[in-house]
């Protein structure tokens, strides 16, 4: 059970500009994670193992990734209870992102604006935090998810080359790896879910992987996380292009460019992806119509507008296997963790 509690923190933080108060909460945790301090915000893991894409996950709910995109956080995350957590977005090149302000709270709405624009220290710094990490030790629980993207100046027509060499960096030290191609925030990036482009650059890193897992005896699952704003035919080509290159499994979704929820709300209109509650209804469609596609077995971790333990379970009803979060974590804290992961245990056993 955390120390501090989380609506005191939460009241100190709102204060804030919302970047601000994201540095100031990752640079607290970055320090004090591993020492006595960490009981602030520590919380029992709730055991509930499953099997999901050949790993072993201690329970279905894990942290999206955006929330900590330079891995320096792993191990505070990791002692709040979630059974996987995924870092990142890292870029091949260290990039600042969008200019400031990029970041916006609709408290209204539980919902969130940014438009940061993978801003990251690149991948050689974020591979040596993931070293850092206790949790990557022999005997952790943790399943680790490393989450990789383009560079803002890399032309859309070479936005495999980044792709590779991100994947070329984490192979070796990631559980399984993201592919992010549904930020809104990178010109053109969306893109590349497009049918022809996603067929490449999807058949790009199945070659690629098959020669690192020939090379290092380990294969390492590759998921794809798509956006909210696709429409039925355009999830059944990514459902169809995910099986016919061997993906892992998919992540759905990203944040909305859809405004329609947050409309006369303050910031509704600022540039960016939407995240939190407005989120829910599209993310559980696209869910539902990526399980009607792929049938059963194929993993989905769904993700969009978790506040709550009931959140969690509709997801599941919908096809997701596991779940992650981050605006909710934002807004209900730490606590939000182990009841998701009770709740969503509840449902799976049936009581």
């Not at 933080?13 to 301090?37: I, K, S, V, Y």
């Not at 850092?132 to 952790?140: E, F, I, Y």
């Not at 560079?151 to 994947?167: K, M």
Request: positive net charge; charged residues 20%.
């Amino acid at each position: 059970m955390a120390l501090l509690p989380y609506p005191l923190a939460r009241s100190l933080l709102f204060r804030l500009d919302a970047e601000a108060a994201h540095d100031l909460t990752l640079n607290t945790l970055a320090r004090l994670q591993g020492t006595p301090l960490q009981l602030g915000w520590q919380q029992p893991r709730v055991d509930d193992p499953i099997d999901i894409a050949g790993l072993r996950f201690a329970n279905r709910v894990g942290l999206a990734a955006g929330l900590d995109k330079n891995a320096r956080c792993i191990d505070a995350f990791a002692a709040m209870g979630f059974g996987f957590v995924e870092v990142g977005t890292v870029t091949p090149r260290p990039q600042p992102g969008n200019p400031k302000p990029r970041m916006f709270r609709l408290p209204q709405a539980d919902a969130l604006i940014n438009r940061l624009g993978f801003n990251n220290e690149g991948l050689e710094a974020f591979l040596a935090n993931v070293r850092r990490s206790h949790a990557r030790r022999r005997g952790s629980p943790l399943v680790l998810g490393l989450n990789i993207g383009k560079n803002a100046a890399t032309p859309i027509e070479r936005a495999t080359e980044d792709y590779l060499a991100g994947l070329d960096g984490v192979h070796a030290h990631a559980d399984y790896v993201t592919v992010n191609i549904s930020s809104p925030n990178t010109k053109n990036l969306r893109q590349l879910q497009s049918d022809e482009a996603l067929d490449a650059l999807l058949g790009a890193l199945a070659h690629r992987r098959a020669e690192l897992q020939a090379r290092s005896g380990r294969r390492v699952p590759l998921f794809v996380k798509i956006a909210p704003d696709l429409d039925a035919d355009q999830v059944a080509v990514i459902a169809a292009t995910l099986r016919r290159q061997g993906m892992d499994g998919v992540i759905a979704t990203n944040t909305t460019l859809a405004r329609d929820a947050v409309a006369g709300l303050p910031h509704a209109q600022e540039a960016g992806g939407l995240s939190g509650r407005p989120v829910f209804d599209a993310s559980n469609r696209v869910i539902t119509q990526l399980r009607v596609a792929l049938g059963p077995g194929f993993p989905i971790i769904g993700v969009g507008g978790i506040f709550g333990g009931a959140d969690a379970v509709a997801k599941l009803r919908a096809g997701a296997d596991l779940v992650q979060v981050y605006t909710g974590l934002i807004y209900r804290g730490p606590g939000l963790v182990p009841e998701v992961a009770r709740a969503m245990a509840k449902a799976k056993a049936g009581r």
